[in-house]
């Protein structure tokens, strides 16, 4: 006979019905949360270069390239257009001050001294008889005056006494006006005389200065090609060596064409290419810092700016510290940071991978896992960057291109 069931035999009865539903909701719940964890990204950390987060200084940097090369450097080039007619040294030979380099036929520029030399004894001869004559003219004049001052004396005291005798009723009134008028007039000859005479010294200065001023022009033209024929001798004018010279005897070079170059190679200085985006941020007096290689680094400082732009790169000349000479060598190929500022008290980070944008997004190791996260950065130089925002001192974070895991918020470490 059926009876109805207690409240408490029904509650054992759902009881029965859905613990087993819950046990496999949950084991299912469990399986598949296992199941996402294992299938989550993961990532080796050996396969990882990973830096803490480091409070301290940061210097920012503009990255060039450069050469170097000696800080003196004396070229030698011809002053004259000559045949090269011996070779005395070859490139990588040491030489001393007043060592012949090598020998050039001068001939033609013996024969132009020679004519030079011709040229200016003609001129000054010129000018000598030139003197001569002017000299024989101005006496002429003196001479001329002063005869007219002794008549026009005579004619002064034929006058005064003309003038006494019409007084006297002696002479007529008009032998005292001819005796009168021929003393002025000879007073007048002598002004004209005295005004003929200033003309020709003015004349005369006039002549020989021009005659001076061509003597002069020849003297130093003279002067100069004996310069040239004597700096021909091609001799080293300072101890050093040779790092180039002219290849062939018997080849014909025109004046300036250089033949060759001395280097002082104790000193160098370093030639640097930048692109010309950079040049208003640099400025003569900043540091550099010049990478010799891995393990060489020496300093520097920005000497010069060279002010013209050829295909959009700028030419920069670096004056190196004392002590870095003894590291380098010519031609050596050197990378080299302009230090365009620094901050002191902010927190950095290895660069490896990173510094490229202001703001990006890393990972940072937490435990067993990555976890990403934004991250503002500021100052870079060639080895660490400056984090404003997004990590903490302490922190350890990804330095090395994750660029595969885009997108992933979180990743496993294993």
Do not use: C
Request: proline share 2%.
């Amino acid at each position: 006979m059926d009876r109805d069931l207690t409240s408490n035999e029904r509650r054992q009865s759902m009881m029965r019905r859905v613990v087993p539903v819950a046990i496999a909701i949950a084991a299912i719940a469990f399986s598949l949360a296992a199941t996402m964890r294992w299938l989550r990204p993961s990532v080796r950390r050996r396969d990882l270069q990973t830096a803490r987060v480091e409070r301290g200084s940061i210097d920012a940097v503009v990255q060039a390239s450069g050469i170097v090369e000696p800080a003196n450097e004396q070229v030698v080039s011809s002053p004259v257009e000559a045949r090269v007619l011996r070779i005395g040294r070859r490139a990588g030979d040491r030489v001393r001050v007043g060592d012949e380099l090598l020998t050039l036929d001068t001939t033609v520029a013996q024969l132009d001294l020679t004519r030079l030399g011709e040229k200016l004894a003609q001129k000054e001869n010129e000018a000598t008889q030139l003197r001569l004559k002017i000299d024989e003219t101005l006496a002429g004049l003196q001479s001329q005056l002063e005869q007219k001052k002794l008549d026009d004396e005579i004619a002064r005291l034929k006058s005064e006494q003309t003038r006494r005798l019409r007084g006297e009723g002696l002479v007529s009134e008009q032998d005292a006006l001819l005796a009168a008028t021929a003393q002025k007039k000879s007073a007048i000859e002598i002004a004209q005389l005295e005004q003929n005479a200033a003309r020709a010294r003015r004349t005369a200065e006039a002549q020989l200065q021009a005659v001076a001023l061509d003597a002069s022009m020849l003297r130093r033209d003279r002067d100069e090609s004996r310069r040239q024929l004597d700096l021909a001798m091609m001799r080293a004018t300072r101890d050093g060596i040779v790092t180039s010279i002219v290849q062939e005897e018997g080849a014909t070079v025109r004046r300036g064409d250089v033949l060759a170059r001395i280097a002082d190679l104790s000193t160098f200085r370093v030639v640097a290419t930048v692109s010309d985006t950079y040049v208003p941020r640099i400025a003569s007096g900043m540091r550099a810092k010049v990478k010799v290689d891995d393990a060489t680094i020496v300093g520097g400082t920005v000497d010069s700016i060279d002010p013209r732009i050829v295909n959009g790169v700028a030419t920069l000349h670096i004056a190196l510290d004392p002590d870095a000479h003894a590291r380098l060598r010519n031609n050596l190929r050197v990378d080299v940071s302009v230090v365009i500022g620094s901050r002191n008290g902010v927190l950095t980070v290895k660069r490896g991978a990173l510094g490229g944008e202001t703001r990006t997004d890393v990972y940072l190791v937490k435990s067993d896992r990555l976890v990403r996260v934004p991250v503002a950065f500021g100052m870079a130089s060639d080895e660490r960057v400056e984090i404003v925002s997004g990590a903490a001192a302490g922190d350890e974070m990804v330095i090395s291109n994750m660029n595969d895991y885009e997108g992933m918020k979180e990743l496993r470490l294993k």
